[in-house]
């Protein structure tokens, strides 16, 4: 759109501290009542939100297709350097008379008001889309000539809140986010004009309005919208989207400008909606008030509450803890790389998938499929609606620096990448890039335009790699994440075993004496677990429990090669082939960051990986690599202390072959000789390269 001029803030990492004082650039990742002093912490709310296909992952990826239409600008997120959302708003209503749009949760604009009371007279008027007053969700209604076997859903409740109705039919999203946040932006004093589900509810988009856009793409912003709207129409749940799908914040800025444009208009008349005066509030806990249940961090275990809360106020009552909470439930409601198998169960989204593809084809194998694992460890989705569920385990990952902001923008580095052509494979029916694209033949209810495109489950490229093996072949695995997807596989498929050669683990950690810590730094209750074991104890339950053959690289010694000032060096030394510098420039960022910012001191286990992956590669000889055999047990209790743990048990652990002992400067050589190697030089270096290649006529 040409707009370079608009700033663009995102998170922070700042914090709150438990006497209610806002640090200064507070991310805004957490919902004001779970906002502590970093940016990892409870998904109390943002559970409701689905994580994968038809939630984040679609939106995170605009359903696959936001890479391949949009133009790659100058601009991009860097670690530390990205403007924070504290500061934008900060220039911005500094200097002057502004209006704010709020079309999300309100945490971070709340977070500013409270933090810079003096700024609010800046703020001339909020525009809200948001929130539910009188309103009737037409979504989930039984026809009029149904049946008896049809049972309404969401029928005239009062919200949105589709994932969890039962418990909460009366919240909608925006508002449901940060309910306290909303509270304070409601009560701030500014002029607020709110757009409700009341009146969106009124504005479907049907059949009629989407065959007049599809016959209206002249500008690129058209198109770019259609395309949206039309694959969200493709790949809806059900066959009712015309009477579900709503013009939201399109429709709040269309009544916001049409406002705005008469100076003189001090009632909100406008050309799309009447408009009334009403008292509102925002309801954050439940009666009783003053109730003490554990249920609410302002108030519980603090002698006096945060921010100086009322006791025995409105917001001193249950807060809704997670999905089904009971207290609201209402009642009678070695060879050559396969595949790789995607966990979002680890330290980044589902849609980081798309970095992987683009990884892939830097290194000219876009012949190797990609699978997309379950985006929760096991029996964290909820029972009703799968969709959804808890965030017991994921809890653990910051949101913001040296977390799930870096690892899916690969700290800056993704758009550095070549993209990913979107390429059909014959066989597998596999394409080279992350999509939203379906098909009914895999249990959607409908193909979209492409439904060949469709994006492969982790399961089904297990399969498909798992019957093209040759009689007596069998499959090597390595795992540098949470075991989700193995554990799945092992539990779906009895032959696993059969088809197994061994099991490279990158993970768990070995306590010997009681002295050595984990490495789950963002949970102190838990002193010796290991992420991926932590992030998906069940999996790794299930897999230790197998009887696989198991290769152990646990943290003890991930530690004594985790250094990367020798990484580093041996890398300046090796041949500069373009695997070789963007490791070497993606390492030194890491390094740069753990010695800048205390968000990062963290970084070194990330190194783990490229030790997994060096020690199936290699000649154990060639490190001087010593193992020992251990029957080893993985705790999953259920108990946030003790998850994870990977102890040995001489009456109930399984034999494991451990990693004990490597020669550091072998494997420093044979990761940086490796990267070296210009006969497995990339296929293209970096997205310059592939402009320079896409802008070079052909011959």
Same mark, same amino acid.
């Given at each position: 759109m040409d707009r370079n001029d608009i700033a663009v803030g995102v998170g922070g990492e700042g914090g709150i501290l438990q006497d209610g004082t806002i640090l200064s650039d507070i991310g805004g990742y957490l919902p004001i009542i779970e906002q502590g002093i970093g940016t990892a912490g409870y998904c109390r709310y943002r559970q409701a939100i689905p994580i994968g296909q038809g939630g984040r992952l679609d939106i995170d990826s605009n359903y696959g297709f936001r890479k391949s239409f949009l133009p790659q600008g100058s601009r991009k997120y860097s670690p530390l350097r990205q403007p924070t959302a504290q500061q934008v708003m900060m220039d911005k209503v500094s200097a002057g008379p502004i209006t704010v749009f709020l079309i999300g949760a309100h945490t971070n604009f709340a977070i500013f008001l409270m933090k810079n009371p003096h700024l609010k007279k800046n703020v001339e008027h909020i525009y809200v889309m948001g929130g539910g007053v009188r309103s009737k969700n037409p979504t989930g209604c039984c026809p009029q000539n149904a049946t008896s076997s049809c049972q309404p859903r969401q029928c005239g409740d009062h919200g949105n809140l589709f994932t969890d109705y039962t418990s909460n039919p009366y919240a909608e999203f925006n508002i449901f986010g940060d309910p306290f946040a909303a509270y304070q932006v409601i009560h701030s004093g500014i002029p607020v004009t709110l757009v409700p589900l009341d009146a969106t509810n009124t504005i479907p988009i049907n059949e009629e309005f989407f065959k007049a856009f599809e016959q209206s793409q002249h500008t690129y912003e058209a198109q770019y919208s259609f395309l949206s709207l039309k694959m969200a129409r493709d790949t809806w749940f059900d066959d009712q989207f015309y009477t579900s799908y709503f013009m939201w914040d399109s429709f709040t800025a269309g009544v916001a400008t049409s406002i705005m444009r008469s100076s003189s208009n001090s009632n909100g008349e406008n050309e799309f909606a009447e408009m009334e005066f009403i008292n509102i509030t925002v309801v954050t806990s439940n009666e009783p008030y003053g109730l003490s249940d554990g249920s609410n961090p302002f108030f519980d275990g603090l002698k006096t509450p945060k921010f100086n809360l009322k006791k025995g106020g409105v917001h001193s009552g249950h807060v809704q803890t997670r999905l089904r909470d009971p207290f609201c439930l209402v009642q009678n409601g070695k060879g050559r790389c396969k595949a790789i198998l995607v966990s979002p169960t680890g330290w980044a989204n589902a849609a980081t998938i798309d970095v992987i593809y683009d990884l892939l084809h830097m290194m000219g194998r876009d012949d190797i499929p990609v699978g997309l694992g379950d985006v929760f460890a096991m029996n964290q989705s909820d029972s009703i609606f799968s969709a959804v569920g808890d965030c017991k385990y994921a809890k653990a990952i910051p949101h913001g620096g040296g977390g799930f902001l870096d690892s899916d923008t690969l700290y800056g580095f993704a758009r550095d990448l070549p993209r990913s052509p979107r390429r059909p494979r014959v066989k597998l029916e596999l394409y080279c890039r992350y999509t939203a694209e379906n098909s009914v033949k895999f249990g959607a209810p409908r193909n979209t335009d492409h439904p060949e495109l469709r994006q492969p489950l982790a399961l089904e490229v297990w399969e498909t790699?798992?019957?093209?093996?040759?009689?007596?072949?069998?499959?090597?695995?390595?795992?540098?994440?949470?075991?989700?997807?193995?554990?799945?596989?092992?539990?779906?498929? +009895?032959?696993?075993?059969?088809?197994?050669?061994?099991?490279?683990?990158?993970?768990?950690?070995?306590?010997?004496?009681?002295?050595? +810590?984990?490495?789950?730094?963002?949970?102190?209750?838990?002193?010796?677990?290991?992420?991926?074991?932590?992030?998906?104890?069940?999996?790794? +339950?299930?897999?230790?429990?197998?009887?696989?053959?198991?290769?152990?690289?646990?943290?003890?010694?991930? =530690?004594?090669?985790?250094?990367?000032?020798?990484?580093?060096?041996?890398?300046?030394?090796?041949?500069?082939?373009?695997?070789?510098?963007?490791?070497?420039?993606?390492?030194? =960022?890491?390094?740069?960051?753990?010695?800048?910012?205390? =968000?990062?001191?963290?970084?070194?286990?990330?190194?783990?990986?490229?030790?997994?992956?060096?020690?199936?590669?290699?000649?154990?000889?060639?490190?001087?690599?010593?193992?020992?055999?251990?029957?080893?047990k993985v705790i999953a209790t259920g108990v946030d202390s003790e998850d994870g743990h990977t102890v040995i048990d001489e009456k109930s652990g399984k034999s494991v072959k451990i990693l004990e002992n490597v020669d550091p400067v072998a494997f420093y050589d044979l990761f940086a000789n490796r990267l070296g190697d210009e006969k497995q030089s990339a296929a293209v270096g970096s997205f310059k390269e592939q402009k320079r290649i896409w802008s070079t006529p052909s011959k």
């Open positions: 790699v798992s019957k093209s093996l040759d009689s007596g072949s069998k499959i090597t695995i390595l795992t540098n994440g949470p075991l989700t997807n193995l554990g799945k596989i092992i539990l779906s498929d +009895k032959n696993t075993s059969s088809l197994i050669q061994d099991v490279y683990i990158v993970g768990g950690h070995i306590n010997y004496d009681a002295t050595e +810590k984990g490495n789950v730094f963002t949970m102190p209750s838990n002193k010796y677990a290991e992420f991926n074991m932590f992030l998906d104890p069940l999996a790794a +339950k299930a897999v230790f429990d197998s009887g696989l053959d198991i290769i152990l690289i646990p943290l003890g010694i991930q =530690r004594k090669i985790s250094t990367f000032p020798k990484i580093l060096d041996r890398l300046h030394q090796t041949k500069k082939t373009p695997e070789a510098l963007f490791s070497r420039r993606l390492l030194s =960022r890491l390094h740069h960051l753990q010695q800048k910012h205390h =968000r990062y001191q963290h970084m070194d286990i990330f190194l783990g990986e490229v030790l997994g992956a060096v020690v199936l590669g290699s000649d154990h000889s060639i490190m001087s690599s010593s193992f020992q055999v251990k029957p080893i």
